[in-house]
């Protein structure tokens, strides 16, 4: 079935680090991908989105790119900041008959040290 | 748009008690989705409607469980009776469809965190 595989964390970075976490989908068409953040005590937002290959998402310095020849949704910011520690969720999603319907992946926690 | 609005926040209760989840969509939203969340399993999508009408519930984990959509402004997850193993936070999102910048894009409340003792 169609599922997505997040790297685990918690992923632990200073101020100013580079960040990746890295997302690989399995799905059986071609679906659109989503990256969601949720800060605690909070539901979850929607950070950047790509609906076709070789898109590109981008949302307050976070990037991602969709790969279908590797079937990969990295996310990726060049300087983190102390307000960027969330819970990260990598996500596809179908349009047809199912719209919005989300499959997650597991989450990755980022914390980030001043 | 006040956003997805979600009750109580905060709900402890007994084994045994029935608990009642509520959302409010977004107005002009046809799509309502219910999702559970805890450490184990992570984020896993229970039932969803269309137009008010459920679609799917297949995730719905057994028959301890129900929703219901009277209308498009309102939702109900009701557990009973409760058991410890269903503590989880519990959240509702809605969606639009069509072809605006928001159209297919889940937007979540800020779910109800539900302690079964």
């Known amino acids: 079935g169609d599922s997505v595989t997040q790297m685990e964390g918690p992923v632990t970075l200073s101020e100013e680090a580079c960040l990746t976490i890295n997302c690989t989908y399995t799905a059986t068409g071609y679906p659109s991908l989503f990256w969601y953040v949720q800060y605690p005590g909070e539901g979850l937002q929607l950070l950047l989105k790509a609906t076709k290959a070789d898109d590109k998402g981008s949302n307050k310095g976070f990037e991602a790119t969709y790969r279908k020849e590797t079937t990969s949704f990295h996310l990726e910011k060049g300087s983190v900041q102390v307000s960027d520690s969330a819970v990260y969720f990598c996500a596809l999603s179908f349009h047809s008959g199912n719209t919005g319907k989300l499959i997650f992946g597991q989450g990755t926690t980022l914390q980030v040290k001043p | 748009d006040a956003g997805v609005i979600q009750s109580p926040r905060h709900e402890v209760t007994e084994m045994g008690q029935e608990v009642t989840l509520r959302c409010k969509p977004i107005s002009g939203h046809d799509y309502l989705f219910w999702y559970r969340q805890t450490m184990m399993r992570g984020l896993e999508l229970l039932i969803y409607f269309n137009n008010n009408v459920p679609i799917d519930d297949s995730g719905m984990p057994e028959d301890r469980f129900s929703a219901k959509m009277p209308n498009a402004s309102f939702s109900t997850l009701k557990i009973q009776p409760s058991e410890p193993r269903d503590s989880a936070v519990y959240f509702c999102?809605?969606?639009?469809?069509?072809?605006?910048?928001?159209?297919?894009?889940?937007?979540f409340g800020a779910g109800s965190r539900l302690t079964v003792l």
């Open positions: 999102a809605s969606s639009s469809t069509g072809r605006g910048a928001g159209a297919n894009v889940l937007t």
